[in-house]
């Protein structure tokens, strides 16, 4: 069974500091990669996505992520976070053909200090 | 926002009373999908549906049923609320013909069993 992990729990940074957020998963087959977002009361909302080509994809609010296949990875990055980006960060796989399983990481809780 | 809505968005039951959520969606998208979330367990699967009447278990489905009589809405029955149901309810929304499965989260369902 395929399997998203996210080893960062919580991660805490001070404004202006660069962000890299890890995501690994298990699947050997091909797969589509999404990170999404959720605000404090809110729910969890499309942040960027990959399907194929350019392993390099930029999404909303000037993050990024980048495919690296032979490690199994997603990792999102932000040169320069927000207070505004304190929100929980979820990694997510959907494996391509038959039912298409879509599986959620645990999640990472970012915070921002001013 | 993808066009989902949710209903009720804020409900107090009492222990043992059936309680019905509902999700409806105008972008004829062909699955449907019950999450909860909660603190200390994160983001659940509870059921999910990949076309009318053709739903099955995820990893959390006791106590909770479902039915898809039209593409557009499916429904989350508690049969008898226990506490342990109380928690924040999502309904999801995906297709693999479009956008590479990915889902789209309604704004959820607060429920508290007192």
């Known amino acids: 069974a395929q399997s998203v992990s996210q080893h960062n729990h919580h991660v805490i940074l001070s404004e202006a500091a660069s962000l890299e957020l890890g995501c690994n998963y298990s699947y050997g087959g091909t797969v589509n990669l999404f990170w999404y977002v959720q605000y404090p009361g809110q729910h969890l909302q499309l942040l960027l996505k990959y399907f194929s080509g350019d392993p390099l994809v930029k999404g909303i609010k000037g993050f990024e992520a980048e495919f690296i296949k032979s490690k199994f990875s997603f990792n999102l990055r932000k040169p320069s976070v927000q207070w505004s980006d304190t929100a929980e960060y979820f990694c997510?796989?959907?494996?391509?053909?038959?039912?298409?399983?879509?599986?959620f990481g645990t999640g990472t809780k970012l915070q921002v200090i001013p | 926002d993808a066009g989902i809505t949710q209903s009720p968005r804020h409900k107090v039951t009492e222990t043992g009373t059936p309680v019905t959520l509902r999700c409806h969606q105008t972008e004829n998208h062909r699955y449907m999908y019950w999450y909860r979330q909660d603190p200390e367990h994160g983001l659940r699967l509870i059921h999910y549906?990949?076309?009318?009447?053709?739903?099955d278990k995820g990893e959390v489905s006791d106590g909770y049923s479902v039915s898809r009589s039209k593409t557009e809405d499916f429904l989350l029955t508690l049969e008898s609320a226990t506490s342990s149901q109380t928690s924040v309810y999502f309904c999801?929304?995906?297709?693999?013909?479009?956008?590479?499965?990915?889902?789209?989260f309604g704004e959820g369902s607060w429920l508290t069993v007192v």
């Open positions: 549906s990949y076309g009318v009447k053709d739903t």
């Open positions: 997510a796989v959907n494996e391509r053909g038959g039912y298409q399983k879509v599986t």
């Open positions: 999801a929304i995906s297709d693999p013909e479009r956008a590479g499965n990915t889902i789209y």
